[in-house]
């Protein structure tokens, strides 16, 4: 069974920074694209950063420059470092991926960016 658990979530002023993180078990871990989406409440989930196997990345233009996402393939984790964080990029963080055919997501960790 495909398990993702996220940590890290908080609040934070704006321009500041955060690190999330997502433990996964379940899967071959190093052989999967690992993903991380962020959704607002009534809005759909937005895919904002993949990281692939062989470590190539893509981000959505609306974190682009300001995220980093990152996967260690020892201990089965994928982080997220957000910099430069805008009250804007409020939302629930979840990290996902594509198995057995389907998709899997972890509960999400929430992230409030505010004065």
């Known amino acids: 069974q495909v398990h993702l658990v996220e940590s890290g979530g908080g609040l934070v002023q704006p321009g500041g920074s955060l690190r999330l993180s997502c433990a996964a078990s379940g899967i071959n871990f190093r052989l999967y694209a690992m993903k991380w989406y962020r959704q ?3 809005k759909e989930r937005e895919l904002i950063a993949t990281i692939f196997n062989n470590q190539t990345t893509n981000y959505s233009d609306s974190v682009k420059g300001r995220f980093t996402i990152s996967r260690d393939n020892i201990w089965n984790r994928v982080d997220l470092q957000m910099n430069s964080l805008k009250p804007e990029d409020t939302a629930v963080y979840s990290c996902g991926t594509r198995a057995f ?3 899997f997501w972890g509960r999400g960790t929430q992230v409030t960016v505010s004065s």
């Open 101 to 103: 055919g389907r998709d």
């Open 40 to 42: 607002v409440l009534g």
